[in-house]
């Protein structure tokens, strides 16, 4: 007789700590491991494993600071932070929410990207500090230009 999904979820529950159940479940699961040995790996390696990919991305990382930096280090352009994690990578023309946007693309996979397409211009890597200040200056020329040319849409933007 063919059992619904509940009852047989609940027949599941019942028997689950039977002896001659736990047995059999003990054989699928050595059954499943032998047709798929890299979950037992996996698992085995599982520290290691996620050191390494982030060692790798790290490079990566790296690389591409370095390149988008100053003299072949991963530093800030304007002010030559070095501090890895307070780096970033800009957008010269702006533009990176739109990109952002468009492709979907950011952290890891925006480096390998760049990587992996000869590093294209148009970034440079910029600290945190640096960035913040680039992002002021946009948004007051982006208002000033407001206020002079179309003085009628200023109070729309303030508001
Ligand atoms: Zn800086």
Redesign the pocket.
């Known amino acids: 007789m063919a059992l619904s999904r509940e009852k047989k979820k609940e027949y599941d529950k019942k028997i689950r700590n039977l002896p001659w159940r736990k047995e059999q479940l003990k054989k699928a699961r050595a059954k499943y491991n032998q047709k798929h040995p890299w979950q037992e790996y996996y698992k085995k390696y599982k520290e290691r494993i996620a050191l390494y990919t982030e060692k790798y991305r790290e490079r990566i990382k790296v690389g591409v600071y370095s390149y988008y930096g100053k003299g072949g280090k991963p530093v800030?352009v304007?002010?030559?932070?070095e501090r890895l994690d307070c780096l970033s990578l800009d957008h010269i023309n702006d533009g990176g929410a739109q990109e952002r946007k468009r492709t979907g693309r950011v952290g890891f996979s925006l480096y390998s990207f760049l990587r992996s397409n000869g590093y294209p211009t148009g970034y440079q890597t910029?600290?945190m500090?640096?960035q913040f200040i680039k992002e002021r200056a946009r948004r007051k020329r982006k208002l000033l230009r407001l206020t002079d040319e179309k003085s009628s849409n200023t109070q729309t933007y303030l508001s």
């Open positions: 800030c304007i002010c030559g932070e910029l600290c500090n640096c």
